[in-house]
């Protein structure tokens, strides 16, 4: 087995709410403000081992609110961000529809999660997804993504295994 061909553990993302703070249908540079903790966890990750991927809803985009292009280039701004912290990212995938389209990407289904694991050689039982919103942990738990965490002061009742108020209590949750 080569190194392209080993199993790779991944923490999926959710962008709006846990990369950044959720400002609505966030679209552009000026109203894009990163989560306080973010680059701390994400290095903390990438430390143990971890490939860091986004999986993000863009209903914005369906719903005529912002282009495909201003996601693409609010996307390139913030990787590049990241980049410049020494986080690098996978991937992101994103769906662009609107909830009334029903299609098999937005979560809670599991499409982008599923194009995932056709892209790259995912370990499932070692990765992990963190999300600010039930859909997120339903669409992880659908394709058998069992180690999640929920980041919302609002949800205690969720079917995450962990449920946080803070980005840097998951690192005390996530050690291997």
Same mark, same amino acid.
């Given at each position: ?23 609505? #249908? ?6 894009? =403000? ?15 081992? #971890? =490939? ?13 609110? #912002? ?21 690098? %990212? ?29 892209? #790259? ?15 997120? %942990? ?31 209590? %998951? ?6």
């Amino acid at each position: 087995m080569t190194d392209k061909d080993a199993l790779k553990k991944i923490v999926f993302f959710d962008r709006d709410g846990v990369i950044n703070i959720d400002n609505g #249908y966030v679209s552009s540079v000026d109203r894009f =403000e990163f989560t306080k903790g973010i680059f701390k966890l994400c290095i903390h990750l990438k430390c143990l081992g #971890y =490939e860091l991927a986004i999986v993000t809803n863009q209903s914005g985009i369906g719903r005529g609110l #912002y282009s495909e292009k201003d996601f693409i280039l609010l996307n390139s701004w913030m990787l590049s961000k990241l980049r410049g912290k020494l986080i690098n %990212i996978l991937d992101v995938f994103f769906c662009p529809h609107h909830p009334d389209d029903h299609c098999i990407c937005r979560k809670p289904a599991p499409g982008m999660f599923q194009d995932a694991i056709e892209k #790259y050689n995912i370990e499932i039982g070692k990765s992990w997804m963190i999300g600010d919103k039930e859909s997120d %942990i339903i669409a992880a738990e659908s394709i058998g993504i069992k180690n999640s965490i929920i980041f919302n002061k609002k949800i205690s009742d969720s079917s995450a295994k962990h449920c946080v108020s803070s980005l840097e209590d %998951i690192i005390n949750i996530i050690k291997v």
